[in-house]
């Protein structure tokens, strides 16, 4: 039996609307125009409201001003905390990582030891 050909050309999704386009086009400009505007409208309402959330304040950064002449409007807690002490902290996790990875090589060699001495058995 022969394959049936099919016609490819009657299987164009958009081949209405080209067809149709004089019909189409106002609405499209329509929803287009009214997508535009909605996202423009959004656009500036976000802005303004991020600007009375923060109070009407702008950014306090200016090429004029000092870094070290501001003083912080929150203290974080790990701030207490000095750079000796969190190295301190990594050496200790990193030598109980080691020490769990010396633990899994150990039963690593347990378990080959394991295997070996029961396959040379089974020999």
Same mark, same amino acid.
């Given at each position: 039996?022969? !394959?049936?050909?099919? =016609?490819l050309h009657?299987?164009? !999704? ?11 086009? !106002?609405?499209y ?11 423009? +409208?959004?656009?500036?309402l976000? #802005?303004i409201e991020? #600007?009375?959330?923060?109070g009407?304040?702008?950014?306090? +950064?200016?090429?004029e001003i ?7 409007s929150?203290?974080h807690?790990?701030?207490? #905390?000095?750079?000796?002490? +969190? ?6 996790? #990193?030598?109980e990582?080691g020490?769990w =990875?010396e633990f899994?090589?150990?039963l690593?060699?347990k378990n080959r ?5 029961? =396959?040379?058995?089974k020999v």
């Open positions: 039996m022969s !394959p049936v050909r099919i =016609d009657q299987l164009q !999704p958009f081949k209405a609307v080209r067809e149709n386009w004089y019909n189409v086009r !106002p609405y400009t329509n929803y287009m125009t009214a997508i535009s505007f909605g996202s423009t +409208l959004m656009s500036f976000a #802005i991020q #600007i009375v959330g923060h009407f304040k702008f950014p306090r +950064l200016h090429p000092e870094v070290e002449e501001l003083t912080p929150f203290v807690m790990n701030e207490f #905390i000095s750079a000796e002490e +969190l190295a301190a902290a990594r050496v200790s996790e #990193i030598e990582w020490k =990875d899994l090589l150990g690593r060699e030891g394991f295997h070996s001495s029961e =396959d040379k058995s």
